[in-house]
């Protein structure tokens, strides 16, 4: 029944196999298959260092009764395996516990059997394989709650709650749905469900469940930590940590949907120099290319790339190029992917995966000849010519019809792997840079699956609303990505759709929205704006560079005032920047978001577990923004354990306290901890 290995404690009760393996500092890998073998498959985890752990089976005083807390269950068999500050145990019945080093039960398999649960003659599994074609089930784990828990994490999905106790979550991606199935708990245990698969997940008051739709194998990861912050680094220790932010990457992006010419987007470059303004990178958006799928300029409206690169780069500036992932059916390319099996295949119906302009497949990173493929079309057409960034758009993908069933990678069908698509999507370019000579690759992508970050992933929230709404939703949205690991994230500033760059509303909506950008991990205005502009020419089924544009989205399109305000800030994050580099090395070395909930850096404050609307940007600086219309005071919470200064008036204040603060419309509320000068105001 139970077996070791070296690092791995195994248990065997007729066509189970149950590995638990040391991964990672204070980390277990736990497997589950009825196949004859474990697939090769490490997913996000990275490659495991050599680790001895402690491995003890068969023994009567580590009865079940005495680890879990059991009545009426005498001299139960149970074997463990501890790495560090973690232990796993699993009885002779095959359910598994896990306790920290102190023996507290952190987490605990849900089964119904008599053994586990006495009072009860329920017979249900903790783990349940339904299988469902050849080799593949249809999976659910199931684990008992903890009353009063709080979980926090699992990538980003467009809700209210920062606190996912009680929700229900698609393990799928959309646009501005990203799935990262990490999750901290205030218990003091980091979970990853380690399973591209497409499914979901409940954090019931009752359960917690974890269904895979489609997979070959149970596969997840724990680890214990005496803090957050702790977890998180052993965490992006075990899955991949961001490489070093680049330093162009760190002051202002400028963006909007969309620049038609190299005359246009050189332009605004120019205006930005000619007023004096910081600008580190400007980004050419979709549709500048001749065809999807054909991934090079439109020569009609681009007819220089090397030349404007050039120019840019005089001016201190870096360009980044929309890149799609789609190649319609009358690209030069297509026929050529087609046959060499680089696109996405469809189980049935038409081979269209998305309609935009015309019928495009998909193309599949997945594959190692199309990621080579791809890569070497961008070298050519863009790196070649001065692009060394890239706007990985349409991550998820962006299926026109979300049929995951009908859709199928060469590592196997999208209910089985499809949420590791935007993970090779980043690979493909990451790898590509890196041999190209770049030490620090930064691509910008719509998607994120666990560990992305590995892979230079800055990630934004996607196509959101103009709407203060939408604005809120996106703090908890960003909080929720760093605890899931993806230290680098943002949103686009005053939202992407529906914002009218004519009225007062979007104006202070703006305002709030680009003075919150300023203290994200990337500063980056963008979004379609209205009135928008169609040229009498537009060529809509080319898709070339006479499609339309949003109105004017650079930070004097929006009336004087305004731009004062914009202006003011443009500067501060300019000064801030020695600080943000701060934020960035440390993010790099120990897998700390830029942007983190306050009870990151205050564990041992409960007050700053129930905060959802602040967070702290670094370690020593407390962001409070403005996230309703018309509001020009909020309250803020300062955690215990430290001194703050109010960075605008200078008053200063103990921790443990609520205060109400004045937040007049050019003024974001900003506390600094004990003391810490940061340049904010200008001297």
């Not at 089964?111 to 999976?139: A, M, Q, T």
């Not at 709080?150 to 980003?156: F, S, T």
């Not at 300019?574 to 897998?591: C, F, L, N, Q, S």
């Not at 205050?602 to 577990?609: K, M, S, Y």
Request: include cysteine; aromatic fraction near 14%.
């Amino acid at each position: 029944m139970f077996d070791k290995t070296k690092d791995s404690l195994i248990y065997k009760y007729d066509n189970e196999v149950v590995n638990i393996e040391a991964w990672g500092k204070n980390g277990l890998r736990i497997r589950v298959t009825k196949n004859p073998e474990f697939t090769k498959h490490d997913w996000a985890l990275l490659q495991k260092e050599e680790i001895t752990p402690t491995i003890n089976i068969d023994y009567k005083d580590y009865s079940a009764s005495k680890v879990l807390g059991l009545d009426g269950v005498k001299d139960e068999s149970c074997a463990s395996i501890s790495n560090g500050k973690i232990t796993a145990v699993i009885s002779a019945t095959g359910s598994i516990s896990f306790l920290n080093s102190d023996g507290k039960l952190l987490l605990k398999e849900r089964w119904g059997r008599k053994v586990d649960e006495p009072s009860l003659s329920l017979e249900r599994s903790g783990r349940e394989f339904k299988s469902i074609s050849g080799s593949n089930f249809k999976l659910s784990a199931r684990f008992e709650p903890t009353d009063g828990e709080k979980l926090y994490g699992m990538g980003q999905y467009q809700m209210k709650y920062l606190d996912l106790k009680g929700c229900t979550l698609e393990l799928a991606h959309r646009n501005s749905q990203a799935s990262v199935p990490f999750v901290v708990s205030s218990e003091g245990y980091g979970f990853l469900w380690n399973n591209p698969a497409i499914g979901r997940c409940t954090f019931g008051k009752n359960e917690t469940e974890w269904v895979a739709e489609s997979t070959k194998q149970l596969d997840y990861w724990i680890c214990a930590g005496d803090t957050p912050a702790e977890i998180l680094d052993t965490y992006t220790s075990a899955v991949g940590k961001a490489p070093m932010m680049p330093d162009y990457a760190m002051g202002f992006w400028q963006c909007k949907l969309r620049y038609r010419s190299q005359e246009e987007l050189l332009n605004v470059a120019r205006k930005h120099k000619e007023l004096g303004l910081p600008l580190d990178v400007i980004v050419a958006d979709f549709f500048h290319w001749t065809q999807q799928g054909e991934w090079k300029f439109d020569p009609k409206y681009w007819p220089d790339v090397a030349g404007m690169c050039e120019e840019l780069e005089s001016m201190g500036i870096k360009l980044m190029v929309s890149i799609w992932p789609t190649v319609d059916h009358r690209s030069e390319n297509f026929d050529e992917m087609m046959a060499k099996g680089l696109l996405v295949r469809t189980e049935r119906g038409v081979r269209i995966t998305m309609q935009m302009f015309g019928q495009q497949v998909f193309m599949d990173p997945t594959n190692p000849d199309t990621r080579e493929f791809l890569w070497g079309k961008a070298k050519q057409n863009y790196w070649d010519n001065g692009v060394n960034i890239f706007w990985l758009d349409e991550a998820e993908p962006e299926y026109s019809v979300y049929d995951y069933d009908n859709y199928r990678y060469y590592l196997g069908s999208n209910e089985e792997v499809g949420n590791i698509y935007p993970v090779a999507y980043a690979k493909t370019f990451y790898d590509g840079m890196k041999a190209e000579g770049m030490e620090n690759p930064l691509n910008l992508l719509r998607c994120a699956w666990a560990g992305s970050q590995k892979y230079g992933a800055l990630v934004w929230s996607g196509d959101i609303d103009s709407t203060w709404d939408a604005f809120q939703r996106q703090v908890r949205a960003g909080l929720s990505m760093g605890m899931a690991g993806i230290a680098w994230w943002t949103a686009d500033i005053g939202g992407f759709h529906g914002g009218n760059i004519e009225t007062p509303e979007f104006k202070e909506l703006l305002v709030r929205w680009f003075q919150y950008g300023c203290f994200n991990a990337v500063f980056r205005l963008h979004g379609f704006r209205s009135p928008i502009d169609w040229p009498e020419d537009s060529d809509l089924l080319g898709g070339t560079g006479t499609f339309g544009t949003g109105a004017a989205n650079e930070v004097w399109s929006f009336g004087d005032e305004v731009y004062e305000i914009l202006k003011k800030y443009l500067f501060v994050r300019e000064r801030i920047k020695p600080y943000v580099v701060e934020i960035m090395e440390e993010a790099h070395e120990t897998g700390a978001p830029a942007m983190r909930t306050l009870f990151f850096e205050f564990p041992n404050d409960e007050n700053a577990w129930n905060i959802e609307d602040q967070y702290m940007f670094g370690q020593d600086l407390l962001v409070a923004p403005i996230l309703n219309p018309q509001t020009f005071e909020r309250e803020v919470y300062l955690p215990a354990g430290a001194t703050w200064k109010n960075v605008w008036t200078g008053a200063e204040y103990e921790g443990g306290q609520y205060i109400k603060v004045e937040a007049p419309i050019d003024q974001i509320p900003l506390f600094t901890k004990n003391g810490r000068e940061l340049n904010i105001l200008e001297k």
